[in-house]
Structure formats: structure tokens, C-alpha cells
């Protein structure tokens, strides 16, 4: 079996907080419109970029990943229980 990327086929991971969809009614906290995740997306795939960070959050927890853990369970608590 050859891989995708032998196969010209670009795989393109997105990644996001919340959306406001119906999946996400029950959160309280900040979504984003179904849009412009959508649009992200699109771009992040005519740009051929392999991952794609489709909002503010996922642009955040990405930053947090070169952080100790304990920076990121105290920030991630603070925006939860805000």
C-alpha cells in the first residue's frame, strides 16, 4: 500500500474549540460561527498546510503544548470556570 502523500492525496487536520452547532448548544462559553470554521478549513486546504488551527482556542492550546503542563491545567481552568 503506498502512502497518501505517494498518492498526491493531501490530508489536511483541523483543529477547533467549539463551534456553534447543535453539538455545542449545551456550552456556555465562546463558539465559533460553523463559517468560519468552514472558510479555515477551505484555505487551510488550498494553502495544502497539513494541520490547520480554525480558531483563537485551538491557536491557544497549540502555543500551551511548549509550556510546562501546569501552566496549561491552571489557563484551561481560568477560561472554564470564568
Known amino acids: 500500500m503506498q502512502p ?3 498518492q498526491r492525496t493531501l490530508v489536511t487536520g ?4 467549539a463551534a456553534d452547532t ?3 448548544a449545551w ?9 468560519v470554521i468552514v472558510a479555515a ?3 487551510g486546504i488550498e494553502a495544502h498546510w ?8 485551538s ?5 500551551w503544548l511548549s509550556e510546562d503542563p501546569g501552566v496549561i491545567y491552571r489557563e ?4 472554564l470556570t470564568a
Open 4 to 6: 497518501l502523500a505517494g
Open 14 to 17: 483541523p483543529h477547533l474549540g
Open 22 to 24: 447543535d453539538m455545542m
Open 27 to 35: 456550552y456556555d462559553g465562546d463558539k465559533t460561527a460553523p463559517e
Open 41 to 43: 478549513a477551505l484555505d
Open 50 to 57: 497539513p494541520e490547520l488551527l480554525a480558531d483563537a482556542w
Open 59 to 63: 491557536r491557544q492550546v497549540k502555543a
Open 76 to 79: 484551561t481552568e481560568a477560561v
